[in-house]
T-cell receptor
Framework: GNSVTQMEGPVTLSEEAFLTINCTYT??????LFWYVQYPGEGLQLLLK?????DKGSNKGFEATYRKETTSFHLEKGSVQVSDSAVYFC?????????????FGGGTRVLVKP | NAGVTQTPKFQVLKTGQSMTLQCAQD?????MSWYRQDPGMGLRLIHY???????DQGEVPNGYNVSRSTTEDFPLRLLSAAPSQTSVYFC?????????????FGDGTRLSIL
């Protein structure tokens, strides 16, 4: 079956530090890959996505590249802000699965301190 | 534009009670789904629907029922609540077919079963 593994948190950083959250996946076929972000008390919001190998998704200074050879989709940001404190979820959508189901990783809580 | 609306935001139930979690979307999306979020486990799919009148089970369907009589609404029913169902519940919708498509999440319902 499909699965997503991401690094456990919490990750605590100082403002302007570099952030990396590792994500690897197992899937049949060629999934689409996503990063969703959840701010305190809110639902999940799409942060970025990539639909095929070597695609780079980017948004709000965050980037992730779809690496088929290493089955990875690591999230990076060069200079974090306090407002980036949230829980980040890596997810995949399998084209062989019925509907548009997402398989999620366990989430990584990020805390950015001033 | 309301997006995905979930009610209630919070609920406390006693073991054995029943209740319905409401979900409505105003984007005319065909695909809707329910997830539960538990610490360290990411989001797990409970049930999903690919259109009015069509529902199917996800990863953790036991103890939950759904129906889809209209495109807009997708309620989740707990027939006899159990403490193991204490969780945060998220409803999501997306266009279908949705390979690579964005799922839009509601703000969640925090449910406690005593």
């Amino acid at each position: 079956g499909n699965s997503v593994t991401q690094m456990e948190g919490p990750v605590t950083l100082s403002e302007e530090a570099f952030l990396t959250i590792n994500c690897t996946y197992t899937a049949t076929g060629y999934p689409s890959l996503f990063w969703y972000v959840q701010y305190p008390g809110e639902g999940l919001q799409l942060l970025l996505k990539a639909t095929k190998a070597d695609d780079k998704g980017s948004n709000k200074g965050f980037e992730a590249t779809y690496r088929k050879e290493t089955t990875s989709f690591h999230l990076e940001k060069g200079s974090v802000q306090v407002s980036d404190s949230a829980v980040y979820f890596c997810a995949l959508s399998d084209p062989q699965a019925a509907g548009n189901k997402l398989t999620f990783g366990g989430g990584t809580r990020v805390l950015v301190k001033p | 534009n309301a997006g995905v609306t979930q009610t209630p935001k919070f609920q406390v139930l006693k073991t054995g009670q029943s209740m319905t979690l409401q979900c409505a979307q105003d984007m005319n999306h065909e695909y809707m789904s329910w997830y539960r979020q538990d610490p360290g486990m990411g989001l797990r799919l409970i049930h999903y629907s690919v259109g009015a009148g069509i529902t199917d089970q996800g990863e953790v369907p036991n103890g939950y029922n759904v129906s889809r009589s209209t495109t807009e609404d997708f309620p989740l029913r707990l027939l006899s609540a159990a403490p193991s169902q204490t969780s945060v519940y998220f409803c999501a919708s997306s266009e279908f077919p949705g390979q690579g498509g964005t799922q839009h999440f509601g703000d969640g319902t925090r449910l406690s079963i005593l």
